[in-house]
């Protein structure tokens, strides 16, 4: 068993979905003490009222915040290569659309991605999950969708299968063949689709459950909402649940889709409408916002504030990705939201906790402090998530426990 002592102050989020007021009506316990058990949290409150039991191992907070460890429920962090130019050409003037209709964006990274091997794509995203842990992500998910062939989509998803063994952050696989169309079916959108979605390729990421969620970007740039209702509906046959990169750049209903189509998430937003808003609301389809992406592009940001008044469930990710969001520091995200989009320090940890696991559907495992969840915790070295926040760019993370064991100690 393992004793946390010395909290100065516990955040006792509760399991997500959390909606509208309840994201910062979040208790907290000043003084606090946390027991973990084979892995879960079994006792927390006030340290006063704390029974150690004998030969427990103890940890000394230092006085600092302690809450559940961050969960980055949107990235497409397995890639190779990087687009530097594009960022120089975006300052320049040129739009991500226009970049993406010279023959950039997506495509540049499809090269790449094509060219590089399992091992590689594995070396290559190491380093960055060591990063991400020491920020404090203790689980992750990671997109497909930079194959687009059914050889090297399946490389992708290997890869994703394969970095479990090799480091702690609880990682979750998405397939998005359908994140854009490969040069060799250009003007061929449905029959690439035909290909990516066929039969024996779903049933072979369902059997080495190499993916749980399959997901689309539906934009007029991709795949347009007849194509992605498509997709989702195929998928969810194989049992992958579907998500959707939805009104990023343009209005085209696709929030409304992913209400009807069940999805678990609609990601992005930017262009969202109340009907939209609305049509999410009446499901539960959880809001996931991408600020970096915005912060990265220079663009509009999604409207948090009208989502969250609305009492749609708002998560946070960084989109992490080589194109348009190379930002992998959740917390950066995290204080992007507070200043960009108004949302208070206390609902973007919400957002990058609770709610982020019910979009990878795991609310009742991971994401919270309660007895039985999963003991996935973060020590800062600062007091507060207010402090947290107010100091983007310096990583005030302490100690990373998870299922209980100590994997990252910048204590000493
Ligand atoms: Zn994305």
């Not at 209709?101 to 091992?119: F, K, M, N, P, Q």
């Not at 995203?125 to 989509?153: C, F, Q």
């Not at 997901?215 to 209702?229: G, H, K, L, P, Y």
């Not at 194109?323 to 320090?345: K, W």
Request: charged share 25%.
């Amino acid at each position: 068993m393992l004793v946390i002592l010395n909290i100065g102050e516990l955040v006792v989020i509760p399991k997500g979905p959390v909606c509208g007021r309840e994201m910062r009506n979040v208790r907290r316990i000043q003084n606090a003490a946390i027991v973990v058990d084979g892995g879960q949290i079994s006792w927390f409150g006030r340290a006063t009222d704390v029974l150690i039991p004998p030969g427990s191992d103890v940890l000394d907070a230092g006085g600092g915040c302690v809450l559940p460890g961050l969960i980055d429920c949107h990235t497409h962090g397995v890639f190779a290569g990087t687009r530097e130019n594009e960022f120089v050409q975006r300052i320049e003037g040129k739009s991500y659309a226009d970049i993406a209709r010279e023959g950039g964006g997506i495509r540049v990274t499809v090269d790449a991605v094509r060219a590089a091997t399992l091992e590689q794509l594995i070396a290559l995203a190491l380093p960055r999950l060591s990063r991400m842990l020491h920020n404090g992500v203790t689980s992750l998910e990671i997109k497909s969708g930079y194959g687009l062939s059914v050889d090297d989509e399946f490389k992708m998803l290997e890869s994703v299968r394969r970095l479990r063994e090799f480091q702690p952050i609880e990682l979750v696989g998405t397939y998005l063949s359908a994140h854009a169309v490969p040069r060799e079916f250009d003007g061929h959108t449905d029959e690439y689709l035909g290909r990516m979605l066929d039969d024996p390729v779903l049933s072979r990421i369902r059997d080495g459950r190499l993916a749980e969620f399959c997901d689309v970007f539906c934009e007029t740039t991709a795949f347009n909402i007849e194509q992605s209702r498509r997709v989702l509906l195929k998928a969810k046959q194989f049992g992958l649940l579907p998500k959707i990169h939805a009104d990023q750049i343009t209005q085209m209903g696709a929030s409304r889709l992913a209400a009807e189509g069940g999805a678990i998430s609609a990601d992005h937003l930017e262009k969202i409408d109340d009907g939209g808003i609305a049509a999410l609301k009446a499901v539960g389809t959880i809001a996931v916002l991408l600020p970096a992406c915005s912060f990265f592009l220079g663009v509009e940001q999604a409207p948090a504030r009208k989502i969250i008044e609305a009492d749609v469930p708002v998560a946070i990710a960084t989109d992490y990705n080589p194109g348009s969001s190379m930002v992998e520091s959740l917390p950066l995200t995290m204080t992007i939201a507070c200043t960009q989009m108004r949302m208070t320090p206390i609902e973007v940890v919400v957002a990058a906790t609770a709610n982020a696991a019910a979009a990878i559907g795991r609310q009742d495992r991971i994401g919270a402090i309660d007895i039985g969840m999963q003991a996935d915790l973060i020590v800062l070295d600062v007091p507060s998530v207010e402090r947290w926040m107010y100091e983007p760019g310096r990583n005030c993370l302490r100690t990373v426990l998870k299922r209980g064991k100590v994997v990252v100690d910048s204590s000493g």
